[in-house]
């Protein structure tokens, strides 16, 4: 039993390297797991700090995005209009055929098969001869004042908080190395630590030593960590060595993670044109729309629309505008699925971000990832040194037990 004694006795710094290791793997996971509380409300469980507050996590990751890094104006203004009325022509040709077959049938039933084949293909060529002026001009409209119908703060805040993991992740992608860095530290400083606390056992024999040290490591270690992966914010140069806080040591790779994550998963092509016709302001592009709809439909009839006015009524002439206006908006989401390929590769969402992050001072830089640890950063800390504390009082436990026999 005495060789077991001993053997526990030499196994201190690695026990204490285990639970500076250990701690350091808890804190992170409470940083982001799990995603929705587990326990008895309130104060019984636990959520993931991250999630927990991601309402606010999203707010500041936005803040720090739109403000330093990209605009809605960046994103739209390198759409070429011509490019958008030339990726929409085809599926536009379609429905301007679909639609004023329906409308007319609608207005006058019969009519249209009534008239001959030649007459229905001028009719529509008429009308489809309008539709890239149509493009050019709504999506000029909407360059020139494209915050008044693109809200991106709220496009991404709403992807953020329906998509809590997503929210991790851009946290977790830009940190990922230093996450990694903080656990792994955790075995170097504890273990460090352990062999102090293997001395003073030595020394001592005082059993509180264990669980006193158990609690210096898991604080301190998380303590020093955290300061290493921010401090210092720009180089220092000692006896020949380059010292900085490692995050932003490694600008040029977090911005290459970062950019990617965004671009594919977050400011998507796919996404923005989504948050034009089905956002919060999407009533200001559908107003957009049906103006341009209805003044082509104007220049389509010619010097006929005042015949047209009086044949059907000016009433029903109006009500066929705005009926035909209605189609257009309504098959809208479906016809600009087609400028998606284009949008995504014009757009660029990645090199822009990237080139801006480069730019970035080490203060915006550091805004990228710090919120995720200066919220609630004292409950981690305060959690690894408690899991330090136990682990450290059950060493000693098995210490007494041992020597007792």
């Known amino acids: 039993m005495g060789v077991l004694h001993d053997l526990v006795i030499i196994s ?18 409470m940083m982001f797991r799990p995603l929705e509380f587990v326990g008895i409300r309130p ?21 720090t995005m739109t403000r330093d890094l990209i605009s809605a104006g960046e994103v739209i203004s390198r759409l070429d209009p011509d490019r958008v009325a030339s990726e929409l022509d085809e599926p536009m040709r379609r429905s ?12 006058q039933p019969g009519l249209w098969d009534a008239l001959p084949e030649p007459v229905r293909r001028l009719t529509v060529a008429r009308v489809q001869a309008e539709l890239p002026a149509i493009v050019r001009s709504v999506l000029a409209d909407i360059q020139r004042d494209v915050d008044a119908v693109f809200d991106l703060k709220g496009m991404v805040i709403t992807n953020l908080l329906a998509d809590k993991d997503l929210l991790n992740r851009i946290f977790q992608e830009a940190g990922r ?12 400083f504890g273990g460090i630590l352990g062999v102090l606390q293997l001395g003073l056992w030595l020394l001592f024999h005082e059993p509180l030593i264990m669980p006193a040290f158990g609690l210096v490591v898991g604080w301190s270690t998380d303590w020093l ?11 220092v140069h000692v006896l020949g060595f380059t010292i900085q806080g490692l995050f932003l040591k490694r ?21 923005v044109i989504e948050a034009i016709v089905n956002g919060p302001l999407s009533d200001r592009v559908f ?18 629309r005042p ?99």
């Open 96 to 107: 301007t055929a679909e639609i004023t077959r329906e409308v007319l049938g609608e207005l």
């Open 287 to 304: 107003a957009l729309v049906a103006r341009h709809v209805q003044a082509a439909l104007d220049r389509s009839a010619g010097p006929a």
């Open 225 to 235: 960590a955290l300061k290493m992966i921010f401090r210092p914010k720009r180089p």
């Open 177 to 188: 190395k230093e996450f990694r860095f903080i656990a792994r530290s955790g075995l170097w």
């Open 307 to 405: 015949l047209v006015a009086v044949t059907i009524g000016t009433a029903r002439y109006q009500q066929l505008k705005k009926t035909i206006s209605a189609k257009v908006i309504e098959r809208l989401p479906e016809t600009m699925r087609y400028v998606e390929d284009y949008a995504r590769e014009t757009m660029d969402v990645q090199n822009l971000l990237v080139q801006k992050m480069q730019q970035l001072d080490e203060q915006q830089f550091e805004a990228l990832i710090r919120p995720a640890f200066e919220q609630d950063e004292w409950i981690l800390i305060t959690v690894g040194a408690v899991l330090g504390f136990v682990m450290g009082e059950v060493q000693a436990l098995v210490l007494e037990h041992l020597a007792s026999r």
């Open 251 to 271: 600008r040029r790779e977090v911005a290459a993670d970062y950019g990617k994550l965004i671009a594919e998963e977050v400011i998507t092509a796919h996404k």
């Open 12 to 29: 201190i710094p690695v026990v204490a390297a285990i639970i500076g290791y250990v701690t350091k793997l808890v804190a992170i996971r």
């Open 43 to 63: 104060y019984l469980g636990w959520q993931g700090i991250v999630p927990r507050r991601a309402a606010r996590m999203a707010s500041i990751a936005v803040d």
